[in-house]
């Protein structure tokens, strides 16, 4: 079974990878689909796992900042 853990390692690797490709178009989407995941974790009310998402979805928002200042 897939763990919360396992996601967001995936997240991270990819929000990673996205950026030194320089796709902004799949950073934003990977953003959105973050925080769907951010959303669920505040349904149950698990704080812990809903920071961790909303860090992740941070992290895609300035991944897709840094690349639009380069060009």
């Known amino acids: 079974m897939l763990t919360v ?3 967001a390692q995936y997240c991270e690797q ?9 796709d ?3 950073l934003r989407r990977l ?3 973050i ?4 959303k669920a ?3 149950v ?3 812990e796992t809903a920071m961790r998402f909303r860090i992740l979805a941070a992290r895609a928002a300035n991944a897709q ?4 200042g380069e060009d």
């Open 14 to 22: 990819e929000i990673a990878r996205l950026q030194l490709a320089g």
């Open 65 to 68: 900042e840094l690349i639009t």
């Open 31 to 33: 953003q959105l689909a």
């Open 41 to 43: 974790a505040e349904q």
């Open 45 to 47: 009310r698990d704080r």
């Open 5 to 7: 853990d396992q996601i």
């Open 24 to 26: 902004r178009e799949e």
């Open 35 to 38: 925080g769907v995941l951010m």
